[in-house]
């Protein structure tokens, strides 16, 4: 009689060898060859088993049985795959996979017994085999069915010189939709198709060896911080983050509070992390100081890039800073179109500001001299063009398909967002109400007392028209929001004038697109000569490869900046500051403060506003807030919303036509009720990459505008975000099949780069 192993069959030529097998339980094609290997699916909702039955019997002794398993039934009690080597129903060795396990059994006269079993390792038990070798069996299993690991062994009980051989999948009880089990290679330990498989998981490690391999070679930065820990030995600490941990009666931190958390950083021990001295009570906690120690398997390392040292505590930069946050509470409620009227009247907040910065604070960082055109806006390309807000942040796209004043028109503000509309308005913070302008407050948040949720709101949903709705715009998103409307606007806004709807001329949404696709799109580069002949892009260079990349460089965005706050810098919030202000103004303490913001508010352009007569803040000279909070609980420097918003827009740039213009521009009303159009003479210079970067820079500056950071905590931020995203994009670009797709983008600083085959190279214009 023939050996049990020289029963062979690849199942390749998706037909089955009647010769060979008989297939029961196959009514309804529930038995097939096809695809190359044998696919059983066994009836939905009712009890029964399907497979395959040698013709003939065959001698297992000296021999073995092995098959590959591809796939095996869904998990649901009941359902069972399996491979049977006996000689009736009642005597037989059976390997089964059921209930996310796998079995190594025996029948004898008809009584079941499990001689071992292990949880089911879909990787590590692809291969099963049952063979007999001098008078005893064995159950085996392998990962590719040349190395294989004994899983149970037992003395013959009956003779197996003339066995069958079943492979199989059913339930023992009604299951609805069972699923589907896969055999493959009954005897076969390797054919052209595995050959095949094996090639592209080699590529597939290839591919991830030559990203790390360039990650690696990769400049790596060496960390450096300003030395404000040692550089006060007088008042210590005093220019860094202390924020819940200890503080003494004036809202500076106690040493041995701060001490521990330097511990935990430099030990990188997570028991050392919960061993922080936090303040007395139940203090907010630190926000997730161990996230810069994460590794990720594309693009930088979170400690790859870093950013230079922040201004120092005693500095006239940070000084000049603070002068700009204090102008920006004053002006919260001033609406962005009056800036240029107002910078005209003498007296007005507009006209102060501009004054004093150029005069008191000229360092602060911002473009020198300030207008009314540049006042409070960022420095990098587009940003001081048209208004203040991103059209991103105020237009939706037009949808013909909807209401009129429900979508229609881009004009009204809302997203077409899939099957769902996001409203570009917003509930802004109440009007004229600030956080932390006393003392005791403010000595309480010092000290991680938690007061969020205790904001007021308007009750009227508006566009962003001042820099308090800006702020509340940041208070409570997730970074990626405004990014994620911007590539939906982006992706669905149809042909026309990108203000409201045309009959006749508005296009499909999604389908007739006014923002062409970057240069190197493969499938759909601007203009129509190169488009693709036959495909269109959608997990490459398409929608869903977008969103996948902007949610991907965020993640590695945020621990990349959280090491720097907490691994590196570990500045000071500028509310921190105000209190060093307030007291050394006050007389409570001394500190080594630049005069230029002392003398500002106690007899300069801000003492109008703060102390003793102040209009506006009366009770102190401390840095009001926009949240009840104040910051949060981690550093400034860099800043999160920053450099997440320079890795996003980065992303942006890298698949939208930057250059395409900008039509129709707007900005919100003086009540923020609607949008009305922006007639600014600069209006036809507005373009997709210059809106993105003012989009970035609103994100980043709406957070200053709160009082929660300092300004080259947005200007050295947003660069570091984008050096996060190309990093990611020059490993993504190793994996294309699309020979002549690449990404194409200005960066910061006006340097136009190619990414393509793991290169990031400049380009000529």
């Known amino acids: 009689m023939a050996k049990a192993h020289t029963l062979v069959d690849n199942f390749n030529d998706d037909t089955l060898d009647t010769g060979k097998w008989s297939a029961y339980g196959a009514t309804n094609d529930r038995v097939r060859e096809a695809n190359g290997r044998i696919e059983i699916r066994p009836s939905s909702g009712a009890a029964g088993y399907s497979g395959l039955a040698a013709n003939t019997t065959y001698d297992l002794a000296g021999s073995e049985v092995r098959v590959e398993v591809v796939r095996t039934l869904r998990n649901a009690t009941g359902c069972e795959t399996y491979l049977s080597v006996g000689t009736d129903t ?61 899983r149970a062994r037992n003395g013959a009980p009956f003779a197996v010189g003339a066995v069958g051989v079943e492979i199989a999948a059913g339930c023992f009880q009604a299951v609805a939709s069972p699923g589907l089990a896969v055999f493959d290679n009954l005897n076969v330990l390797e054919t052209g198709r595995a050959r095949r498989t094996d090639e592209r998981r080699l590529s597939a490690r290839d591919i991830r060896v030559e990203a790390a391999q360039l990650a690696a070679e990769r400049h790596h930065e060496e960390h450096v911080n300003n030395n404000d820990e040692v550089n006060y030995p007088g008042t210590p600490l005093v220019g860094n983050y202390s924020k819940s941990l200890r503080h003494d009666a004036l809202g500076d931190p106690i040493p041995a509070s701060y001490a521990s958390l330097l511990r935990a950083l430099q030990s990188e021990d997570p028991r050392d992390f919960e061993e922080i001295i936090l303040a007395a009570g139940t203090p907010i906690k630190l926000t997730n100081p161990q996230s810069g120690l994460a590794f990720d398997l594309e693009g930088p390392d979170a400690q790859e890039r870093t950013i230079p040292p922040a201004p120092r505590f005693d500095s006239d930069v940070t000084a000049h800073e603070a002068g700009e946050l204090y102008w920006m509470a004053v002006a919260r409620d001033v609406w962005f179109g009056s800036y240029a009227t107002d910078a005209a009247v003498a007296g007005t907040i507009v006209k102060r500001a501009i004054d004093s910065l150029n005069a008191e604070f000229p360092r602060f960082g911002g473009t020198v001299t300030v207008t009314a055109q540049n006042l409070f806006r960022g420095i990098f390309p587009g940003e001081q063009v048209g208004p203040y807000v991103s059209q991103f942040l105020l237009k939706g796209n037009n949808d013909p398909r909807k209401p009129d004043g429900m979508g229609r028109d881009a004009n009204e503000g809302f997203i077409s967002y899939g099957a769902h509309t996001i409203d570009q308005r917003i509930f802004p913070a109440a009007a004229n109400v600030d956080y932390l302008t006393t003392f005791t407050p403010w000595l309480d948040v010092q000290n991680g007392v938690d007061k969020r949720g205790q904001d007021t709101f308007d009750t009227a949903k508006r566009f962003i028209r001042n820099l308090r709705d800006g702020a509340t715009y940041v208070h409570f998103d997730q970074v990626a929001d405004a990014y994620y409307n911007a590539a939906w606007i982006l992706m669905s806004e149809p042909t026309g004038n990108q203000l409201t709807f045309q009959s006749g001329v508005t296009g499909r949404p999604q389908i007739d697109l006014e923002f062409p696709k970057n240069s190197g799109n493969p499938y759909d580069p601007p203009g129509t000569a190169m488009d693709s002949r036959t495909q269109v892009g959608f997990g490459t260079f398409g929608p869903v490869h977008l969103l996948q990349a902007l949610v991907e460089v965020l993640g590695r965005a945020i621990r990349a900046v959280w090491w720097q706050k907490w691994g590196v810098h570990r500045r000071l919030r500028p509310e921190e500051y105000g209190g060093r202000v307030h007291n050394q103004i006050t007389g409570a303490r001394s500190y080594p403060l630049n005069t230029s913001i002392t003398t500002s508010l106690s007899s300069g352009g801000l003492a109008p506003y703060f102390g003793g007569v102040g209009e506006k803040f009366p009770s102190s000279y401390l840095l009001p807030q926009a949240y009840p909070e104040g910051a949060p609980t981690h550093p400034a420097y860099g800043a999160g919303h920053a450099t997440g918003s320079g890795a996003l827009v980065t992303i942006l740039k890298a698949f939208f036509n930057e250059d395409t213009p900008i039509e129709n521009p707007v900005q919100a009303s003086s009540d923020g009720l609607s949008l009305v159009a922006y007639a600014g003479a600069d209006a036809a210079q507005m373009t997709v990459g210059g809106e993105l970067n003012k989009l970035a820079g609103n994100i980043a500056l709406f957070r200053n505008a709160a009082g929660v950071h300092w300004r080259s905590d947005y200007t050295e931020s947003l660069p570091f975000g984008e050096s996060i995203a190309i990093g990611l994009l020059q490993e ?3 994996g294309f099949n699309e020979d002549d797709g690449f990404f194409q983008l200005t960066k910061f600083d006006g340097q136009k780069i190619r990414i393509f085959d793991g290169k990031v190279v400049p380009v000529i214009v």
């Open 90 to 150: 009642n005597n037989r060795f059976i390997i089964t996979i059921a209930q996310e396990a796998i079995f190594f059994d025996q029948r004898i006269a008809g009584t079941p017994s499990t001689l071992d079993s292990l949880p089911y390792d879909r990787v590590a038990h692809r291969w099963i085999r049952i063979r007999e070798r001098q008078g005893a069996l064995y159950w085996e299993t392998s990962p590719d069915g040349v190395d294989w690991t004994e």
């Open 732 to 734: 993504m670009s190793l």
